[in-house]
C-alpha cells in the first residue's frame, strides 16, 4: 500500500513536500509577470533580503550558518524585554493556562480574562478612559480612521507618517489633507482650509522611524486647540521609553490631557511579540468594536502574546527605570558618533539614522559592519528619499557601554575605509 501510494506521487512528479506549479497560459503569463517585476527590483537595487537568527532576540545574536557574537542595532527591542526571563514565564504561563489560541474573533468567543486585563492596563498606562486590542498597530491605524470618520470630516496627516496610517486614511472617506513634514505652518494653513468640515483630526506619528524625530506636539496641540481639532499620535517608536515615566512622545512633551488618540504597538518595546491598540475615550473604543474591520474579521491575540505585554507593562509600572535607562545609551552613542564626524538625525532619540546620502556606500558599509560582528542596517529610496540614504542604528536599553564603544569602533575604521570619513 505505501510502496503503491509512493508510486503514483512518484507519477505525479511530487511527494507530500514538494511545491505543485499552477498549470496553464494564465498561471504561466503570471510565473513571467512575477519574474520581470522580481528582477526589476534587483536591477534597481531595492532587494531586501531576509538574515535568519538562530537565537532569541537580543542585543548580541547567533546568525543561521554563522557564528555567535553578533552585536545588533537593528532591532526594535528598545528595553530588551524580548528575552526578559519574567516575560518569557509569563508568555508560558498564559499559553498553558489559556491556550495557544482562541480559533474565534473577540465578539464571537475569543474573548477572555486576559484580553480585557490587558486592555484595562494599557488604558491605565496610557491615563486613558478605555483601550482595544488588535492584531498589531498596522491593523488598528488601518481600522480607526474609517471607523471615525465620514466625509463629514477632515483628516489631516504628516506627509511621512507610517505606511500604516497612510493606508488606514486610504480607506476612509474623510476630506484628505496632508501637511509638509513637522511644518507647523503648512498645518495651521491647512487646518483653516478644513474649517469647513465637521471634525478634524490631526494624525501624527509621535516619533518617526526613518528620521529619528520627534513630532512637535506641544505645536500641533496648540493649533488643534485653536482650530478646534482633535490629534491622533501613532506612538510605535515612544511607548515605553520616552518621558519620565516611558509614557511616550505625550508624556515626555507634557501634553497628555490633549492628544485624544494613542494608537501604538505591543510589538517592539513591550515585550516585540506582536498585537497593537488604540487607547482613548470610551464612546470611541466601543464604536472600534461594533465598527473597526480589523477587529471585527480578526482573529483574537494568542495568550502567550497577550502574556507577555501584560507582563511588560507590569515592568514598567512598578519602575521607571527601564525606561530611564535608553536615554543615557543613545547619548553615549550619539555624542561618540558626533565627535567621530558623523551626521546623526534626529534629537534624543534611541533611533540613530547615520546620513551617508549615496545608496551604495549605506549598502557597502553595513554588509562590512556585519563583517565585524555589528549588525546594521542600510536604508535608501524608496524607503527614505532619494540622496539621503542613511544606516539605521537603535540602541537598545539592554545594549553595554562596551556594545556602543564597539560598534562607533566599527563605524569609525568602516567610515575611513569606504570615504564616509576623512
Ligand atoms: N506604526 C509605526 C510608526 C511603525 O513603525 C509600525 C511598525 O513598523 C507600525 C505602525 C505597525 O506596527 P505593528 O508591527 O504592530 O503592526
Known amino acids: 500500500m505505501w510502496l503503491a501510494v509512493r508510486a503514483v506521487r512518484g507519477v505525479r512528479g511530487g511527494g507530500a513536500g514538494s511545491p505543485r506549479a499552477a498549470s496553464g497560459a494564465a498561471a504561466a503569463q503570471l510565473r513571467r509577470r512575477l519574474e520581470s517585476e522580481l528582477e526589476d527590483i534587483r536591477g534597481a537595487g531595492t532587494w531586501k533580503s531576509e538574515r535568519v537568527i538562530a537565537s532569541k532576540q537580543g542585543p548580541h545574536l547567533r546568525l543561521a550558518g554563522g ?71 498596522f491593523d488598528a491605524n488601518a481600522g480607526i480612521f474609517e471607523a471615525l470618520l465620514t466625509p463629514e470630516d477632515a483628516v489631516l496627516s504628516d506627509e511621512l507618517n507610517h505606511a500604516s496610517i497612510i493606508d488606514g486614511i486610504r480607506l476612509c472617506k474623510a476630506n484628505k489633507y496632508r501637511y509638509k513634514h513637522m511644518d507647523m505652518q503648512d498645518l495651521e494653513a491647512k487646518l483653516q482650509e478644513a474649517q469647513k468640515h465637521r471634525l478634524r483630526l490631526v494624525a501624527t506619528d509621535g516619533a518617526f522611524s526613518m528620521d529619528g524625530d520627534i513630532a512637535p506636539l506641544r505645536e500641533i496641540c496648540q493649533l488643534a486647540q485653536k482650530y478646534d481639532a482633535l490629534v491622533f499620535i501613532d506612538e510605535c517608536h515612544a511607548t515605553g ?71 511588560a507593562l507590569d515592568l514598567l509600572m512598578e519602575s521607571n527605570a527601564i525606561a530611564q535607562s535608553m536615554a543615557a545609551k543613545t547619548q553615549r552613542f550619539r555624542s561618540k558618533m558626533t565627535a567621530a564626524g558623523f551626521t546623526i538625525s534626529g534629537k534624543d532619540h534611541p533611533i540613530c539614522p547615520v546620513m551617508l546620502g549615496d545608496a551604495r556606500l549605506a549598502s557597502v558599509m553595513a554588509e562590512d559592519m556585519l563583517n565585524r560582528g555589528i549588525y546594521v542596517i542600510g536604508f535608501s529610496y524608496p524607503v527614505v528619499p532619494k540622496g539621503k540614504a542613511r544606516i539605521r542604528v537603535q540602541i537598545s536599553a539592554v545594549h553595554s557601554d562596551e556594545d556602543i564603544d564597539r560598534c562607533v569602533e566599527a563605524f569609525t575604521e568602516v567610515g575611513r575605509k569606504h570615504g564616509a570619513l576623512p
Do not use: W
Request: charged share 20%.
Open 67 to 137: 557564528g555567535g557574537g553578533i552585536i545588533n542595532f537593528c532591532a526594535n527591542n528598545y528595553l530588551g524585554l524580548a528575552s526578559h526571563p519574567e516575560v518569557i514565564r509569563a508568555a508560558v504561563e498564559a499559553l498553558e493556562k489559556f491556550g495557544a489560541g482562541l480559533s474565534s474573533v473577540r465578539f464571537i468567543c475569543g474573548t477572555q480574562s486576559i484580553h480585557k486585563d490587558l486592555e484595562e492596563k494599557i488604558a491605565r498606562f496610557h491615563q486613558r478612559e478605555d483601550a482595544i486590542l488588535y492584531a498589531s498597530c
Open 241 to 311: 521609553f520616552l518621558g519620565p515615566n516611558g509614557r511616550g512622545t505625550d508624556e515626555l512633551l507634557g501634553v497628555m490631557d490633549k492628544v485624544t488618540i494613542v494608537n501604538s504597538t505591543l510589538g517592539k518595546a513591550l515585550g516585540g511579540a506582536a498585537g497593537g491598540y488604540t487607547t482613548g475615550p470610551k464612546p470611541l473604543i466601543d464604536l472600534l468594536r461594533q465598527r473597526s474591520r480589523p477587529y471585527l474579521f480578526s482573529n483574537s491575540l494568542p495568550p502567550a502574546v497577550v502574556g507577555c505585554a501584560s507582563k
